[in-house]
């Protein structure tokens, strides 16, 4: 019988038995539901009181125009006690928020403390664990009456019942002095555990310290005959046998170095000489990771699961044999790349690009599957920084774009990693104990003072040091280094900052490289390691049947009845009749500046001029009447627009400042209050200049728009007027178009009572684990998106930045951001809304019990928060869903010559889904190029506002028509979007600040330990506290 085929008589026992468990399940959640509940209400019963006797609960049901009036969270918004910082080579120390403010501006943001608009902070105690498991009522299935066939990139397995024993590795390398260098007594390398067998070198870290790892144990045990085995390249190490080869109690071998294999040489014995040590050993078995597994539990291990220990251990022995095989090499994940690669250059950069494959494991339908996802990707190349690089270390601003965040390692004994954390000064205007610091490079690498450019900019590392005037306080410091010290780490990507990525592939290409890869890998065809851990791998993927949604209809402001799509079978589009106008015009604009910015001698043959006047006859023609004059007595006045050149070099200093005054200048020369003013920015593309504009924004709460002579102004037809008016509507505070949708006209629509809460995370540090006692310079930015306005389908936003936490979210920061959107929903509507629907993005499937246990525990309590506060007796229905893109599986169908993908609002929920049957998978857009990603929901809990998949579908059809400055469906709710839009934005806002707040003569708040006040610089930065608050600004 073929891979995945199963008997008729099989089939049904497998149901009959699924069903059996499935109602004890439901049995035993609804015990624990009803018992937390019992819980729960005790619990708020015995708050209410305590309310009640100490006289808190306020009596006006209605919030304030700035919302709910209650204490900040973080306290008043005070100077710093930690006294003056001491100057480092990352630059002038900040001013502290006692400081002076030098603008009136500045002083009313330091008044505009998120106090007046946030609520108070509730107790930190963490809210009792809920019970019930993770799992909630599946919804109804989709309705199958207009189906298509899907082809999947998901293969199905047969599984036989293994037994796999687990086993810990450790090696430690013990190193010698060093003979060869001048070096002050012994130096172990920071990787190394020398002498210290409590901390091994192989603990994971990154991708190529496991792959040396692995190559050193594959020599171990080539000599063992220990038999099929699988290893992580760290600690662990699963085999089938369950005793070692001669009942040894464990498994010891020493290396020289001359007899290591070069991966690992490579890696650890760059310099210097040493002995290491590998040792392998039963692991200790307990109940929290038993030593023996079964590969069929497999099937067992749901989303309640936080190890997962059998898919790990069978995820490991998928990849084993494309990781032992030299000519690949591993990514993040499950991802395997070849090493033959096509050399590029983007921006005189070397790179590589290389193709790979995602595989990962996945329970569908009581069945394990296996994903597998073809990638291309770019790398640097490896090498020497400053040769790969060398015509970006004398420019700041490419410095910074490929420096910052790069993993390097220096060339001397002993090599150290570490991830760049700035771009410093020239290096030959840094000094180091009254000597220049190119003479301490000089002799700690053993070069002559000639091999140094010193015009190049250095590259600063950040480190955490002992304060010596504060006792069990730490500070910051910024080591710098010349880049022709410093060696490029092997397997880094190109991020988005870094460039373009590769073209797209068709979805024929794909499906063609998939299976070809695949093969290639030893992954998609006989995999020796993977069937003898007991699981065979099908040759093809499955097809499912896709189910297409009826596209909702779009509304603009004549049209009485809903706009058709005529175009979404093939690219999920509309179009705006050009007789007709946008919804809510926002008819609140008196004036129009242009900014322009260019170089002369860079773009002297570009038609600048043309561009402009076309853009400022738009924005004074009869459109932009409709949509931005100000209409007195029903007559539409035209907006005034004129236009004015900055004539600095964009990003540099001069810039800044003539920017950042003529804006500051702009309302008191006009005579016109600044909401009535709005700012067009026309630059280069490849200039980058829109943080720092977006920063001075904020700051002048005067809204910008940018747009580029050599894109949005390249070929300015009507499709690009349109689209630059409808940006500045919206900005401006008015709405576009509005979506009908009569299949859930009651969760979304002018009658609707639904408030949608979506909510993600940008890590500015990229995710840097810190620990306590480290100083915290890199915030993670905390995206929310809402429709809190006074139209149902408005959606506006803000974020709030904090310590970084992976991608948890602070729980006070979800309390008082709950309050306060449920405040703005309540003042502006004047009702408390039926339903609550969250969605969450951002998040994989082990953190799914955090957002349910934790996250959404907080939400709740901020909404009972308010109610309680509003005298408010209100019983409101909670959904909670996980919407994300971030995952492997990809949808494709045939078509007349190759395969192409699926028709928008495409919604698949059977055959790949996850078993336990609240997943669905929903193509939403079409794509401009490529193969469309499709959207993956889980559903964590849900109060009957959903009943079936159908439902949920047209809910999440309508959002993703609701972003404002298209004309077609997107990929994503609008809402998902936009937080992640305000998450990024908070990001960039920080970082810019951050930068130029010395120049700007702003202060960056810090605490007494030296690291900086987030939720200061919040109450400086995010939208709430200004008149952007009831407005779509990101």
């Known amino acids: 019988m073929a891979p995945g085929k199963v008997s008729a008589s099989k089939l049904k026992r497998d149901q009959e038995r699924a069903a059996k468990v499935k109602a004890a399940e439901e049995k035993a959640a609804a015990?624990?539901?009803?018992?937390?509940?019992?819980?729960?209400?005790?619990?708020?019963?015995?708050?209410?009181?305590?309310?009640?006797?100490?006289?808190?609960?306020?009596?006006?049901?209605?919030?304030?125009?700035?919302?709910?009036?209650?204490?900040?969270?973080?306290?008043?918004?005070?100077?710093?006690?930690?006294?003056?910082?001491?100057?480092?080579?990352?630059?002038?120390?900040?001013?502290?928020?006692?400081?002076?403010?030098?603008?009136?501006?500045?002083?009313?943001?330091?008044?505009?403390?998120?106090?007046?608009?946030?609520?108070?902070?509730?107790?930190?105690?963490?809210?009792?664990?809920?019970?019930?498991?993770?799992?909630?009522?599946?919804?109804?299935?989709?309705?199958?009456?207009?189906?298509?066939?899907?082809?999947?990139?998901?293969?199905?397995?047969?599984?036989?019942?293994?037994?796999?024993?687990?086993?810990?590795?450790?090696?430690?390398?013990?190193?010698?002095?060093?003979?060869?260098?001048?070096?002050?007594?012994?130096?172990?390398?920071?990787?190394?555990?020398?002498?210290?067998?409590?901390?091994?070198?192989?603990?994971?870290?990154?991708?190529?310290?496991?792959?040396?790892?692995?190559?050193?144990?594959?020599?171990?045990?080539?000599?063992?005959?220990?038999?099929?085995?699988?290893?992580?390249?760290?600690?662990?190490?699963?085999?089938?046998?369950?005793?070692?080869?001669?009942?040894?109690?464990?498994?010891?071998?020493?290396?020289?170095?001359?007899?290591?294999?070069?991966?690992?040489?490579?890696?650890?014995?760059?310099?210097?000489?040493?002995?290491?040590t590998v040792t392998i050993k039963a692991s200790v078995d307990s109940e929290k990771e038993p030593r023996k597994l079964q590969g069929i539990n497999v099937r067992s291990e749901g989303l309640d699961n936080e190890s997962k220990a059998v898919t790990q251990m069978l995820s490991l022995a998928l990849t084993m044999n494309a990781r032992l095989d030299a000519n690949l090499v591993s990514g993040a994940g499950n991802q395997i790349f070849n090493k033959n690669f096509r050399h590029m250059t983007l921006d005189q950069v070397k790179v590589e690009e290389r193709e790979g494959l995602e595989s990962k494991l996945k329970l569908a339908e009581q069945n394990l599957h296996v994903l597998a996802h073809y990638k291309k990707t770019?790398?640097?190349?490896?090498?020497?920084?400053?040769?790969?690089?060398?015509?970006?270390?004398?420019?700041?601003?490419?410095?910074?774009?490929?420096?910052?965040?790069?993993?390097?390692?220096?060339?001397?004994?002993?090599?150290?990693?570490?991830?760049?954390?700035?771009?410093?000064?020239?290096?030959?205007?840094?000094?180091?104990?009254?000597?220049?610091?190119?003479?301490?490079?000089?002799?700690?690498?053993?070069?002559?003072?000639?091999?140094?450019?010193?015009?190049?900019?250095?590259?600063?590392?950040?480190?955490?040091?002992?304060?010596?005037?504060?006792?069990?306080?730490?500070?910051?410091?910024?080591?710098?280094?010349?880049?022709?010290?410093?060696?490029?780490?092997?397997?880094?990507?190109?991020?988005?900052?870094?460039?373009?990525?590769?073209?797209?592939?068709?979805?024929?290409?794909?499906?063609?490289?998939?299976?070809?890869?695949?093969?290639?890998?030893?992954?998609?065809?006989?995999?020796?390691?993977?069937?003898?851990?007991?699981?065979?791998?099908?040759?093809?993927?499955?097809?499912?049947?896709?189910?297409?949604?009826?596209?909702?209809?779009?509304?603009?402001?004549?049209?009485?009845?809903?706009?058709?799509?005529?175009?979404?079978?093939?690219?999920?589009?509309?179009?705006?009749?050009?007789?007709?106008?946008?919804?809510?015009?926002?008819?609140?604009?008196?004036?129009?500046?242009?900014?322009?910015?260019?170089?002369?001698?860079?773009?002297?043959?570009?038609?600048?001029?043309?561009?402009?006047?076309?853009?400022?006859?738009?924005?004074?023609?009869?459109?932009?009447?409709?949509?931005?004059?100000?209409v007195i007595q029903n007559r539409a006045r035209m907006p005034t627009v004129d236009m004015v050149q900055i004539s600095a070099v964009t990003n540099s200093v001069e810039w800044r400042k003539e920017l950042y005054m003529n804006m500051e200048t702009m309302a008191s020369q006009l005579n016109i209050k600044k909401e009535r003013i709005m700012v067009i920015y026309a630059d280069f593309n490849p200039l980058d200049s829109h943080a720092f504009l977006k920063l001075a924004e904020r700051l002048h709460e005067i809204p910008t728009q940018q747009v580029n002579f050599d894109k949005s102004l390249r070929i300015f037809g009507f499709d690009t007027r349109r689209n630059v008016l409808a940006k500045l509507n919206l900005k401006a505070g008015g709405l576009n178009h509005k979506v009908s949708s009569a299949d859930v006209s009651a969760l979304w629509g002018d009658q609707a009572k639904t408030l949608v809460i979506s909510y993600d995370v940008c890590h500015s540090s990229g995710v840097r684990q810190y620990r306590l006692g480290d100083v915290c310079t890199e915030p993670s930015s905390v995206g929310f998106a809402f429709n809190t306005g006074r139209a149902p389908t408005e959606i506006f936003g803000d974020f709030h930045l904090q310590r970084p936490r992976k991608e948890q979210v602070n729980d006070d920061i979800l309390k008082k951001r709950a309050r306060a959107i449920l405040g703005q929903y309540h003042q502006n509507r004047k009702e408390l809304p039926e339903n609550i629907i969250i969605l969450r993005d951002g998040v994989s499937e082990g953190q799914y019990k955090m957002v349910r246990d934790e996250e959404f525990v907080a939400i709740q309590e901020g909404v009972r928060d308010y109610l309680s506060a509003s005298k408010s007796q209100k019983k409101i229905a909670f959904s909670l869903l996980i919407v994300t893109k971030r995952h492997a599986n990809r949808l494709c169908m045939s078509g007349q010559k190759s395969f192409v993908n699926v028709p928008p609002l495409t919604a698949i929920d059977t055959g790949i889904v996850r078993k336990e049957g609240t997943e669905m998978i929903f193509v939403s857009h079409s794509p401009l190029a490529g193969t469309a990603q499709p959207m993956l929901i889980n559903i964590l809990h849900n109060d009957a506002i959903f009943t079936s998949n159908t439902q949920l579908s047209h809910f999440l059809a309508a959002l993703c028509c609701e972003h404002q400055v298209c004309t077609s469906i997107v990929s994503l709710p609008e809402t998902v979007y936009a937080a992640d839009a305000y998450a990024k934005r908070g990001s960039d806002l920080f970082n810019c600040y951050k930068s130029v707040a010395p120049e700007l003569k702003r202060p960056v708040d810090t605490l007494d330990d030296g690291s900086i006040d987030f939720e200061a610089i919040t109450n400086r930065l995010a939208y709430v506290t200004s008149s952007f608050r009831f407005k779509r600004i990101a």
């Open 31 to 276: 015990e624990a539901a009803a018992k937390a509940a019992a819980e729960a209400a005790e619990k708020a019963a015995a708050e209410a009181a305590e309310k009640a006797a100490a006289g808190a609960a306020e009596a006006s049901p209605v919030a304030s125009p700035a919302g709910p009036s209650y204490a900040s969270a973080a306290g008043p918004s005070s100077a710093s006690s930690a006294g003056p910082s001491s100057a480092s080579a990352a630059g002038p120390s900040s001013a502290t928020t006692s400081g002076p403010s030098t603008s009136a501006s500045a002083d009313k943001l330091s008044m505009a403390s998120l106090s007046s608009a946030l609520p108070a902070k509730t107790s930190s105690s963490k809210p009792p664990q809920p019970v019930k498991p993770l799992a909630v009522k599946p919804l109804a299935l989709l309705d199958k009456r207009n189906t298509l066939r899907v082809v999947t990139n998901s293969y199905p397995t047969k599984i036989k019942n293994k037994e796999v024993y687990r086993y810990d590795v450790i090696i430690e390398i013990d190193r010698l002095p060093n003979k060869n260098k001048a070096t002050k007594g012994r130096r172990d390398n920071q990787d190394s555990a020398s002498n210290n067998p409590d901390k091994p070198i192989n603990r994971p870290s990154d991708r190529q310290r496991q792959a040396a790892c692995l190559s050193l144990v594959d020599r171990v045990l080539a000599d063992v005959r220990l038999g099929p085995y699988a290893y992580d390249g760290a600690s662990t190490l699963y085999a089938l046998v369950e005793r070692l080869p001669g009942g040894r109690e464990q498994i010891q071998q020493q290396f020289n170095k001359e007899q290591l294999p070069i991966p690992f040489k490579k890696e650890f014995f760059t310099y210097g000489e040493g002995i290491t």
């Open 378 to 630: 770019r790398f640097f190349c490896e090498g020497a920084l400053g040769i790969l690089l060398k015509n970006a270390w004398s420019d700041l601003d490419l410095a910074n774009k490929y420096g910052k965040g790069m993993k390097v390692v220096t060339d001397f004994d002993p090599p150290s990693k570490f991830k760049i954390s700035g771009v410093g000064d020239h290096i030959d205007n840094l000094w180091l104990d009254g000597r220049p610091l190119l003479h301490d490079s000089a002799r700690i690498s053993g070069r002559s003072f000639g091999d140094f450019n010193g015009f190049l900019r250095a590259m600063q590392r950040s480190i955490t040091v002992p304060n010596p005037e504060k006792p069990n306080t730490k500070i910051k410091r910024t080591l710098s280094y010349p880049v022709e010290l410093l060696k490029i780490c092997p397997g880094q990507k190109l991020l988005p900052k870094h460039g373009k990525a590769p073209p797209p592939v068709t979805p024929g290409e794909r499906k063609d490289r998939t299976k070809d890869i695949g093969t290639q890998m030893q992954i998609l065809t006989r995999n020796r390691t993977f069937e003898q851990f007991g699981v065979e791998i099908a040759e093809d993927p499955v097809k499912v049947d896709g189910v297409r949604i009826r596209a909702p209809g779009i509304l603009y402001k004549r049209n009485a009845q809903s706009l058709a799509m005529p175009n979404e079978k093939a690219v999920g589009k509309w179009f705006m009749p050009k007789a007709d106008s946008f919804v809510t015009p926002a008819n609140c604009i008196d004036h129009i500046r242009i900014f322009y910015n260019y170089d002369n001698k860079i773009r002297e043959k570009e038609d600048v001029g043309k561009k402009l006047e076309a853009l400022q006859k738009e924005l004074q023609g009869p459109n932009a009447v409709q949509v931005l004059g100000t």
